[in-house]
């Protein structure tokens, strides 16, 4: 019988521990633990360039404030959110570039950590003590930290799976009353649907698929009702996700890799999709660095892999995280889930956008429409998704399937599902950039090539 009084210790103790210099890791989305973010701004005035590595952030505590950020804390993230971008301007936020299945073995090679801490559910009685809502990077961590500490809540998820510490791999645990963080769903407008239904027509009875979150896959959710004997292998659990098993459209029959069972790497949705994957036998939590590991995924025939992206330029790269410099997001799992599925038999990747987006001109004042199938990337964009791993892309107007095509072929299909009005701007682009020869020569092709 594992002794859980001797580790217990308050939030006020466990922030006694920190020290100048420290380099804490906190958990992924919905495993951040609230109690001790909630006051960690508390200590800013005792402590010094304490870094506080974090993944999709939904803990929105004052340590994040300016004035604390600017004193005390820096910020690294493998994922900006809202609350991260508007701390760009203090210097002390940073992006770390990485593929998310190598997350944890990338960030112990460059920087230990001194403490580790993640939301956790209420021990087994071994002791055994799961991370609530995933494992994408928190026991990789957790394995070269000094110190590991689970906020423990009876409020979080027990899931199954790879997910947990044994109660000799636990330093401390505090107790608290926090709830998993969660994300509103978007609701779909027209384009959302019009996307969802084309990526929807790509999906056949017993794929396997993975899934995000946000308007456009919260669209191809809806339109999935339609098949049958769907599986999932994702890096993201989501509350779209969660719907479609309650309907008996996934079932997880036809994989070839842990049939029956949804596999993820992290929950991250609404309070009801967590109670759904509490205790949940159909529901398996894996390691971030098996779950979105390229071969792994491939395990499965039929895997498809949906994504969106920012803009994408006429040869099929990818800015999937960034306007120009500023970084908006992540790489995530994107290139681990597109290539994986494409190394998969009959596998496919899908990245979605929209045609155009409207902006204010800041020279006119007046609003805008801009293409985000482009020429060239914005100058600084990262490049989520090379070229050389791009499949299928996906507007409003249609797909095109861009898997062993030339560059001349990509420009034509690209063009063909840009808004009418941009094309044949993007055609004398095209000649300009040298892509293509005289446009007047250049066959027009029908969206759906």
């Given amino acids: 019988m594992f002794d859980y009084r001797s580790k217990l210790i308050s939030v006020d103790q466990a922030l006694a521990l920190i020290n100048d210099g420290d380099n804490i890791t906190v ?103 799961r991370f609530a809502c995933g494992n994408t990077y928190e026991e990789k961590i957790a394995s070269q930290a000094d110190l590991r500490i689970l906020e423990i809540s009876p409020n979080a998820p027990h899931s199954f799976g790879q997910n947990y510490l044994d109660w000799d791999q636990i330093d401390y645990v505090i107790e608290s009353q926090g709830y998993p963080g969660t994300i509103p769903a978007a609701k779909p407008n027209e384009k959302d649907l019009a996307i969802g239904r084309a990526i929807a027509d790509l999906v056949e009875d017993g794929d396997c698929v993975q899934v995000g979150i946000g308007g456009i896959p919260n669209a191809v959710c809806s339109y999935l009702y339609e098949k049958r004997d769907l599986g999932i292998h994702t890096e993201m659990m989501t509350t779209g996700i969660m719907d479609l098993m309650k309907a008996g459209v996934i079932t997880g029959a036809r994989k070839q890799a842990d049939v029956g069972k949804t596999v993820f790497a992290f929950a991250l949705g609404s309070q009801e999709m967590y109670q759904f994957i509490d205790k949940n036998p159909d529901c398996f939590t894996g390691r971030g660095e098996e779950v979105n590991n390229p071969w792994v995924i491939a395990r499965n025939d039929n895997q498809v892999s949906i994504n969106t992206t920012v803009e994408v330029d006429l040869t099929g790269q990818c800015c999937s995280e960034s306007i120009g410099t500023l970084q908006i997001s992540g790489t995530g799992g994107q290139s681990d889930t597109a290539t994986g599925a494409q190394r998969s038999k009959n596998g496919r990747s899908i990245i979605a956008l929209y045609s155009t987006l409207e902006k204010v001109n800041k020279e006119t004042g007046e609003l805008e429409t801009i293409s985000k199938i482009v020429p060239t990337l914005r100058p600084g964009a990262a490049v989520s998704l090379s070229r050389n791993d791009v499949d299928w892309v996906v507007t409003e107007y249609g797909a095109v399937n861009l898997r062993g095509t030339s560059i001349r072929e990509r420009v034509e299909r690209l063009i063909s599902i840009a808004h009418p009005s941009m094309r044949d701007q993007l055609y004398a682009d095209a000649v300009r950039c040298g892509y293509l020869p005289v446009a007047a020569s250049v066959p027009r092709l029908a969206a759906g090539v």
């Fill in 27 to 129: 958990g992924l989305g919905a495993n951040e633990p609230p109690a001790l973010l909630g006051s960690l701004h508390q200590i800013a005035d005792r402590v010094r360039d304490v870094t506080i590595t974090n993944c999709l952030a939904t803990v929105p505590g004052e340590y994040l404030s300016v004035e604390n950020v600017t004193k005390a804390f820096w910020i690294d993230s493998w994922f900006s959110t809202p609350q991260l971008r508007a701390l760009s301007g203090t210097g002390r936020v940073s992006y770390i570039p990485n593929h998310l299945h190598l997350a944890g073995t990338r960030r112990n090679f460059h920087k230990r950590a001194n403490i580790m801490i993640s939301l956790a559910s209420t021990p087994e009685a071994s002791g055994r003590t």
